[in-house]
């Protein structure tokens, strides 16, 4: 897994089970190098705002200590993380840490080991933030002309879908105000940098499994804005013919495998996914089933067992998934900090076998970059990633949330690292584009959203039979009439309720 | 109006009647007569092995189900046959790995997902309702869920509350599910096949009890393409003076009352239901407008039950054609006791449907009294 491993820290740690980078720790959440412009503001000079960063000077101390794999001055360095002491203590001598149960064979063939290296953990298990993996990039390609970490075409790609993330979520506001939407609608303003970075990477074939805040995922995988805001409205024309809803998103052409509204239900079904895309590969011998699918939730689904579950079975079974958490800092009124033991999520991957990496959320480039590795990690059939992208959410939890549990300075901070803001200084200060360009893009996207509202507002409510329609795949689910036929011949089937 | 009416009928035709349930029940009418034996278990264990051998898209993946070869040895002999990559076996994660399996079903493939108990589905239910069952209809027909969930449900012995429910009331009140029940070999083997190839989610609740008991199986049965229809019910024994309305593991009881009811002259005709939703309410109305009277029998609780639906249907479609009320007969209204007296209390008996079918026919009193 040499993408995600600096060769110093896997010459120093080979030996943890459980293996932390140094650079990794001292460069922890949200402590942005400000070597990309003026408006990635580095978040440790405002430790006041965030929980979490009061946190980041014990860590860097650990970051210091932990290379050495002093197990003392870590316990004493994270007494504040009671549950720390007990992973870290572990090394290679625990016989936990070597498959030889025979209970654990039965996944053989399913997770192949490469005989020379028996003992998988060792090589794979990695924690490391966006710093790393940026520096090893550039340094890796010592003829690339620049530092640049996208073309202008690039750029301008994603400018736009996160220009129609945040354009369309406005929107969407302004129709709900209206009454043209209804029921819950989760809005997705501040996070689109994760939407972004990852999806934009993606082929069609590639799955994603959204939650309730699901419209920019849809948007980003291609789903048009037409069709995205008729299901909104409830309309014929929709996505899902109205059936759906704000938060069930689904698209079998463009792999939108739903909008799950309960938190941790979307886990399971995307490790599905990306267990049939091993499964076609392996078993039904389709050697192009590369497919990657991620999986998209938020911090406080890292606490629901679900969660638990599939990054075992996916690191288990070596599944081509990427988990990526939006780690907002809220699950709704709840703080992540009151909500969880360890607040750094992304430590949980190492727990289960797979790289955990923490990234900025409010940057869509360094997103992107670590998308990239976890990405091709997955469909090299390397198995699964844990991302945490740390982001923020600009607007209540759901439109009906008077969200006022949330302090007004935290607030206002993350409202000056704005996402799209960001990309526009990065691509200016870089003479990637010029102002009146992007202008332009927003221009069109505002159209665009015009044109879905009067699209989706004159299109037709669902007419009286499709009330019935959909429930089973098979025309003849709904069984057997009292005239002994199947009750779908009947003609009058979808008419009505009471007898179907 | 209800009772004189249902005496005559009752009394006609009782002992050809009897004549005629005795010989069924020694080789009912579908069954040639150098018929086969064979155990439920295998019959599940055949189906399964036929349809992954047929459909590579199919595959099994539950606790225990590969190198221990099931907890209950349905999926014995398929590891070595087909491979951990098609028979999975899973960590104890219920939610975890039946999402997975929805997620696959998503994806095309058809899986078949064990539960070691129906009772551990609790902690799957979400995905069985929320992933499984709705999918089609929120996403207006893109994403159908072909996938089985199957595994015993049901009263077993001796284990107390929480691994004794029937869960065939809860499934079938979900639209977007279909529920079957297995009885006999040729249920199990018809409904399975049927289940793998159904293109919707299927809940296919099996019994313990039931696993080792022999049935004979006819060639057609034992066919590699043998199918039942989902949404079918199937007539165990026809009779004329009562309706008795079973599934799963009740239908052998109810076939038993049967008999001990020919004795004393009440014609009984036993509904094996196989489906209990889709609910084939045509065969049952159909032959409450024969019989007149109707008992119904089931293992799980009363309220909002099996019985309960059927009693629905049948007041809502052939009211004018009830001689006496509807006859009840469900678990008791309590979690399940450990003890077995209370145990065995808490469950139809044999006895319980006997006297029900009497009441329904008016005949509490043995029939040697009113001669």
Known sequence: MPPLVTPAITKLLPSLSLAFSAPALNSLPLSLSSQQGASFVPKCKQTKLSPLVSLRPLIKHLGDTLIHSSADAMASAFSAFKTMNQPLHRTTNNPFSKPTSPFLGSGREFRPVPSSAPVRRQSTIVAVSSDVVKKKKTNSIPFSSSDLLITREEGLELFEDMVLGRGFEDMCAQMYYRGKMFGFVHLYNGQEAVSTGFIKLLTKEDSVVSTYRDHVHALSKGVPARQVMSELFGRTTGCCRGQGGSMHMFSKEFNVLGGFAFIGEGIPVATGAAFTSKYRREVLKEADSDHVTLAFFGDGTCNNGQFFECLNMAALWKLPIVFVVENNLWAIGMSHLRATSDPEIWKKGPAFGMPGVHVDGMDVLKVREVAKEAIGRARRGEGPSLIECETYRFRGHSLADPDELRDPAEKSHYATRDPITALKKYMFEHNLVKEDELKAIEKKIDEMMEDAVEFADASPLPPRPQLLENVFADPKGFGIGPDGRYRCEDPQFTQGTAHV | ?371
């Open chain 2, 1 to 371: 109006m209800l009772g004189i009416a249902g005496k005559g009928v009752a009394r006609g035709g009782m002992n050809a009647s009897r004549i005629r349930s005795q010989s069924l029940l020694l080789a009912s009418k579908s069954y040639s007569s150098t018929a086969k034996q064979m155990t439920v278990r295998d019959a599940l264990n055949s189906a399964l092995d036929e349809e992954m051998s047929a459909d590579p898209k199919v595959f099994i993946m539950g606790e225990e189900v590969g190198e221990y070869q099931g907890a209950y040895k349905i999926t014995k002999g398929l590891l070595d046959k087909y491979g951990p990559d098609r028979v999975v076996d899973t960590p104890i994660t219920e939610a975890g790995f039946t999402g997975i399996g929805v997620g696959a079903a998503y994806h095309g493939l058809k899986p078949v997902v064990e539960f070691m108990t129906f009772n551990f589905s609790m902690q799957a239910i979400d995905h069985i309702i929320n992933s499984a069952a709705k999918s089609n209809y929120m996403s207006a027909g893109q994403l159908s869920v072909p996938i089985v969930f199957r595994g015993p449900n049901g009263a077993a012995a001796g284990v107390g509350a929480q691994h004794s429910h029937c869960y065939a009331a809860w499934y079938s009140s979900c639209p977007g599910l279909k529920v079957l029940a297995p009885y006999s070999s040729e249920d199990a083997r018809g409904l399975l096949k049927a289940a793998i190839r159904d293109p919707d989610p299927v809940v296919f609740l099996e019994n313990e009890l039931l696993y080792g008991e022999s049935f004979p199986v006819s060639a057609e049965v034992l066919d590699s393409s043998f199918s039942l229809p989902i949404g079918k019910a199937k007539i165990e024994l026809e009779g004329k003076d009562v309706t008795i309305t079973a599934f799963s593991k009740m239908v052998g009881f109810a076939l038993k009352a049967a008999e001990i009811l020919a004795k004393e002259g009440i014609s009984a005709e036993v509904i094996n239901l196989r489906s209990i939703r889709p609910l084939d309410r045509s065969t049952i109305n159909a032959s409450v407008r024969k019989t007149n009277r109707l008992v119904t029998v089931e293992e799980g609780f009363p309220q909002h039950g099996v019985g309960a639906e059927i009693c629905a249907s049948v007041v809502e479609d052939s009211f004018e054609y009830l001689d006496a009320p509807v006859e009840r007969i469900s678990g008791s209204d309590v979690p399940t006791p450990y003890a077995a007296n209370l145990e065995r209390m808490a469950f139809p008996q044999i006895e319980d449907i006997v006297r029900a079918a009497k009441r329904a026919c008016y005949r509490s009193v043995p029939m040697a009294a009113t001669a």
